[in-house]
């Protein structure tokens, strides 16, 4: 019978889950969280994944984009969640997850779901985005050499100005084809030798320097002690100067150690008249990895974008032509889709007030004060759900937790009833 990997952080469902399978044949390996099933994985190739989407150290479908990314995803996996909606389920299927169980699970119901999940025969995985997909944008065709050129020189490189997705585009490109792929970001669980060493000859990635914790600092400093033991190639992203790290208790010689070479992405904001060469790009590689319906953009759409003020950068520019191609109603992306969502958000942003209490302020509580304006108002646009808050932000769902958390709008369990 198969081999069967159940994720859970409660002792109640595990014990459950696993004497129900047992009791069908099955071999049942248990794992309370994140850290645990990246042990078991990297020991072991489970037949089927039942995996929990709710988990203290990091959430299910953040460890299944981390499985995706690193080429890990060869089984079939099933979400599960006590809180289950609509767009849990769509949000992981459009990750890799073939199905999703909402809890409490019914014996029928798991025993059926688990019964055509072991049926299921996994695509091979499609390669990820990469500035290669680029080629026809001077801009990005330039990028891509630059950064080329400075980690050829280098085990570790910074982009500054920039966080996210872009920057694991960049990331991403400088990954040789079939190595190992790490991201330090999607855990505060102790990094070990033993991760290091399955890693070996990959890259170590981090989104967003800003977001790590103390933990998380230890892990990076580990790392960066061996990675010519294990020949790895450390890219972190920072979209703020790094004396904010300083500023926010790093110490000193790690923040040098980060910063001694880096590559400046160029500002979207300032090559505008490149955004209708690049929207076409991204959207071609959606459509290819059926991550959205097939759509193509419509000259005026193209013109609506070049002639928008970029604010977010390229984390907004990837997250509309997502949405767009999600939300147009026709195979065509017009004028009319692109106002609707880029103008709501410019009338859901009223003008800053001529004097705001933040000026007086210091210059870390300021930004903070910024930061828990920035995201109450997106997570009232987005009427709390995670995932879209997610694609707005330009963060990654454990990121945008933990930053939530750290500005007091930690919605915990509750919150996360929307989405999850």
């Known amino acids: 019978m198969a081999q069967i990997l159940v994720v859970d952080d409660e002792m109640g469902i595990r014990e459950l889950l696993s004497e129900i399978l047992a009791d069908e044949g099955h071999s049942v390996w248990l794992a309370e969280n994140a850290a645990a099933a990246r042990k078991v994985r990297s020991e072991k190739r489970p037949d089927l994944v039942l995996l929990d989407i709710w988990m203290p150290d990091t959430d299910g479908i953040s460890l299944l984009k981390e499985w995706s990314s690193a080429g890990l995803l060869t089984m079939p996996v099933v979400m599960m969640s006590g809180h289950g909606t609509i767009d849990s389920a769509v949000e992981a299927t459009r990750v890799g ?6 809890k409490p699970i019914a014996l029928q119901k798991l025993l059926a779901t688990v ?5 299921h025969e996994v695509s091979p995985q499609k390669p ?4 290669d997909a680029f080629a026809r944008s001077p801009l990005l065709k330039d990028l891509k050499k630059r950064l080329e050129q400075a980690a050829a020189k280098t085990s570790v490189l910074l982009l500054k100005s920039a966080s996210g997705s872009i920057a694991e585009v960049c990331a991403r490109t400088l990954q040789t084809p079939k190595t190992p792929w790490l991201d330090l970001s999607a855990s505060s669980a102790p990094l070990t030798q033993e991760m290091l060493e399955n890693a070996e000859g990959g890259i170590l990635f981090i989104a967003d320097l800003t977001l790590f914790g103390k933990l998380q600092q230890k892990n990076l400093v580990y790392a960066l002690e061996r990675l010519e033991k294990y020949n790895l190639q450390l890219v972190a992203a920072s979209p703020r100067p790094l004396v904010a790290l300083t500023e926010a208790g790093w ?5 040098a150690r980060l910063g001694e070479i880096w590559v400046a992405l160029p500002q979207l904001s300032a090559h505008t008249d490149d955004v209708p060469e ?20 419509s000259s005026a759409a193209l013109n609506a974008l070049r002639l928008h003020h970029w604010r977010g950068e390229w984390a907004e520019l990837l997250a509309t032509v997502r949405n767009l191609a999600l939300s147009a109603l026709e195979e065509d992306i017009t004028v009319e889709d692109v106002d609707s969502i880029l103008l709501r958000d410019a009338e859901d942003t009223p003008g800053l007030p001529a004097a705001l209490p933040m000026f007086d302020q210091p210059l870390r509580d300021a930004r903070e004060a910024f930061e828990r304006l920035y995201f109450e108002h997106h997570l009232k646009g987005e009427r709390g759900n995670m995932t879209r808050v997610a694609d707005r932000t330009g963060l990654e769902r454990t990121h945008l937790y933990r930053k939530l958390k750290q500005l007091g709008l930690n919605l915990g369990r509750r919150g996360d009833d929307q989405e999850q």
């Open 115 to 119: 019964k055509k999940a072991l049926k």
């Open 97 to 102: 997850a073939i199905d999703f169980l909402e």
């Open 278 to 297: 690049i929207a076409p790009l991204v959207l071609t590689h959606l459509v290819e990895r059926n991550e959205v319906p097939s759509r193509q953009f």
């Open 128 to 131: 990820p985005l990469t500035l």
């Open 251 to 255: 110490e000193p010689s790690l923040v």
